[in-house]
Structure formats: C-alpha cells, structure tokens
C-alpha cells in the first residue's frame, strides 16, 4: 500500500468515526462510497472491509461516549438490548448470507437503494427534542421490538453497516428513549449483531480481502479511533438539526455514485 492511499484511509476513517462518536453510528453508510468509489473495491469486498472498520467505531464509540452518557445508563437498559438482539443477531446472519450470493452489479443496486432507505430514515425518524413517547406497550412492544431488529440485521449485513442510522429511529419511537441514550443503546446492540454477520462473512472465500488489505484496514481503523473520541467530546455541542440533514444530502449524493458502478 502507497503512502498516499494509506493517508486517505485514515483520513476516511478519521471523518467517518467522528460522526460516529457523535451520533451514536458506525458510519459505516458513509465509508462504504470511499470503499467502492475512492478506493475502487467490489461491492462484496467494500461490505466486508466496512464491517470491519465498522466494528472499531461501534466498540471505541461506545466508552468514549461515556462522559456525556454513563455506562450505567446503557446497562439499566438491558431489557431493549436484549429484544432488539433477539431479533437483529438473526436477521444480520441471514443478511450476510444473502450478500455473498448476489451478483455485484445487483448488490451495488441494493446497497444504493438502502442508502437512500437510511436518508429517509435520518430525516424523518430523527428528533433531537423527542419526548420519549411509547405508542406500544407489553407483549406488542416485544414482538415489534424482535421484528425491527430482525429487519435492521438484514440491512446492517448487506451494507456492512452498524445499522444505528435506524436503531436510534427506532429506539425513540418505539421504545422513548432520549436522543442521547438512543445513540449509546445503538452502539451496543449493533457490535453482537455485526460480530455475527461477520462471522458468516468469514465463510466465504472473499473474506480473504482482510487478509489482502491488511495494512489499509489498520490504518482506516486507527483514524477511526481518533474519530470517535473527537465525536465523542464533540456529542451535545453540534446542532442535530443542521448535521442530520447535511447527512442524509451527502447519502443521497453518495447512492447515486454506487448505482452508476458496475
């Protein structure tokens, strides 16, 4: 790997960790372009590496928000990690297994398709001033809980993702929690959902592209690092009203990118 490409994974890596650090994301929506478009990796490839990049940011994130929300907080919360979970850990092995059979020009289809699914989601499903309303309760809650994680382990083994652009929606909507908590809650339901997906990963011969990339891995997962723990010290201070839109507009750019490879 040449000098230059390894300053922009970690320059890739620095950027898109802050956002996680920040909202409570693995980014990983916002890497994949880069992969596929800057870097030049298959769609199949690009996925696997984004997951791995992905994982550091889910579980540095996690601690390095902590200052802003406890720990403890997170934990007490362990009856929404544990419905999500029952139902994301299945979905993001049935997801994982899905994109290693499908064509790339079809992935790079889906994944674009996905991409402006999360769009959507960042603007209609976020609101920083929620006031934690429950509109389901009881056994409802739990069964619509297991379905939305089901469904967010699909997408998060498809794109690679952490899937958090559509745990926090959910986290808030359905189950009120605060936009804060929302984020950390997030973080620690997706790092055993993108453990599992990617060990089914591991089962396919294109997993051997770690293996290949292995110095630029480590050097977008280092800028990740340092991303997160800027986001992190950044969390509260930037205006959600102006980031999430800017958001969403650059995924809908980047959609339009990975449709038009082939």
């Known amino acids: 790997m040449n000098k230059r490409r390894g300053l922009g994974a970690f320059a890739v890596g620095a950027g898109v960790g802050s956002l996680g650090g920040l909202i409570g994301l693995g980014g990983a929506e916002?890497?994949?372009?880069?992969?596929?478009?800057?870097?030049?990796?298959?769609?199949?490839?690009?996925?696997?590496?984004?997951?791995?990049?992905?994982?550091?940011?889910?579980?540095?994130?996690?601690?390095?928000?902590?200052?802003?929300?406890?720990?403890?907080?997170?934990?007490?919360q362990w009856p929404i990690i544990l419905n999500l979970l029952a139902g994301s850990l299945l979905g993001a092995w049935f997801g994982a297994g899905w994109a290693t059979r499908l064509q790339s020009a079809t992935l790079y289809k889906v994944i674009a398709a996905l991409l402006i699914l999360i769009a959507i989601v960042l603007v209609l499903g976020h609101d920083p001033g929620a006031a934690g309303l429950q509109f389901v309760t009881g056994a409802a809650l739990i069964v619509a809980g297991i379905i939305a994680g089901f469904a967010i382990g699909i997408v998060a083994s498809l794109l690679g993702v952490?899937?958090?652009?559509?745990?926090?929606?959910?986290?808030?909507?359905?189950?009120?929690?605060?936009?804060?908590l929302a984020g950390s809650l997030s973080l620690a339901v997706s790092l055993p959902t993108m453990l599992v997906g990617f060990t089914r990963y591991s089962r396919d011969q294109s997993f051997s592209v770690i293996g290949r990339n292995r110095a630029f891995l480590?050097?977008?997962?280092?800028?990740?690092?340092?991303?997160?723990?800027?986001?992190?010290?950044?969390?509260?201070?930037?205006?959600?009203?102006?980031?999430?839109?800017?958001?969403?507009?650059?995924?809908?750019?980047?959609?339009?990118?990975?449709?038009?490879?082939?």
Do not use: H, Y
Request: hydrophobic letters at 65%.
């Open 30 to 76: 916002f890497r994949l372009p880069f992969l596929i478009g800057l870097f030049r990796f298959a769609a199949l490839e690009a996925v696997i590496l984004n997951k791995a990049a992905s994982l550091v940011v889910v579980a540095t994130a996690l601690p390095f928000r902590a200052s802003a929300v406890p720990l403890a907080s997170v934990a007490a």
């Open 162 to 180: 952490a899937g958090g652009e559509l745990l926090i929606p959910t986290l808030v909507l359905l189950f009120g929690a605060d936009i804060k």
């Open 218 to 262: 480590l050097a977008m997962a280092a800028g990740s690092i340092v991303g997160t723990c800027i986001g992190g010290q950044l969390l509260g201070v930037v205006p959600e009203q102006i980031l999430l839109p800017l958001l969403a507009a650059i995924l809908v750019i980047s959609a339009c990118k990975v449709w038009r490879q082939e």
